[in-house]
């Protein structure tokens, strides 16, 4: 299993463009989600999906759009690029019962830069 | 609403010493506690977790970690630190029943830098 794969690594923006972080997961998990990560701040969550079709906001949803067309796949979106989201982005996903919480495993992360 | 305080940002130890990295929660129900590690410029990686069944819990790479509900601590520990162990490491609370976690239940602790001295 490659686990949570993210594309690219690395990027630079200038203010207002637009971009999508890909993320995709072999392990067949319901669970999805987005954080960003910036210094001091431990990870904040962005949007989080349960299933395919289905995605709702986090802490810090604004500037960004998420879609869940299927299991695998949960890109996150810029609309127009602003210096405040320069951070790092993690994806994770986990196996998730109504009972009880399972591990998230995690992307290795893209570094984001917005000029 | 359930919280997470790392009490320390940043710990130093000489390496063959033990580490402690202290962690302390709030929550209305029964959590589940993690530890992560975050090597520089990696993901995050699942230490241990304490998930109701055992109160001490032991993760990889020699860590540890006791759950203990009358303090309200979860604190990482390593009788001997070893270079590296030099990393970023994230107490996380959870429960999916509790509210002021983010919406997937999950509250990051802001993080302990490990400092290894050789």
């Known amino acids: 299993n490659a686990g949570v794969t993210q594309t690219p690594k690395f990027q630079v923006l200038k203010t207002g463009q637009s971009m999508t972080l890909q993320c995709a997961q072999d392990?067949?998990?319901?669970?999805m989600s987005w954080y960003r990560q910036d210094p001091g701040m431990g990870l904040r969550l962005i949007h989080y999906?349960?299933?395919?079709?289905?995605?709702d906001q986090g802490e810090v949803p604004n500037g960004y759009n998420v879609s869940r067309s299927t299991t695998e796949d949960f890109p996150l979106r810029l609309l127009s690029a602003a210096p405040s989201q320069t951070s790092v982005y993690f994806c994770?996903?986990?196996?998730?019962?109504?009972?009880?919480?399972?591990?998230?495993?995690f992307g290795p992360g893209t570094r984001l830069t917005v000029l | 609403a359930q919280s997470v305080t790392q009490l320390d940002s940043h710990v130093s130890v000489s390496e063959g010493t033990p580490v402690l990295l202290r962690c302390n929660y709030s929550?209305?129900?029964?959590?589940?506690l993690f530890w992560y590690v975050q090597h520089p410029n990696k993901g995050l990686q699942l230490l241990l977790k304490?998930?109701?069944?055992?109160?001490l819990v032991k993760g990889i790479n020699g860590f540890e970690a006791e759950f203990k509900k009358s303090e309200t601590s979860f604190h990482l520990t390593k009788p001997s630190a070893h270079m590296s162990d030099a990393a970023e490491y994230f107490c996380?609370?959870?429960?999916?029943?509790?509210?002021?976690?983010?919406?997937?239940?999950?509250?990051f602790g802001k993080g302990t830098h490990l400092i290894i001295q050789p």
């Open positions: 994770a996903s986990s196996y998730r019962t109504v009972s009880s919480y399972n591990e998230q495993f």
């Open positions: 392990m067949n998990h319901e669970y």
């Open positions: 999906s349960v299933g395919a079709g289905i995605t």
């Open positions: 929550s209305s129900y029964s959590p589940s």
């Open positions: 304490y998930t109701s069944a055992a109160t």
């Open positions: 996380v609370v959870s429960d999916i029943w509790e509210c002021g976690g983010g919406a997937d239940g999950l509250t």
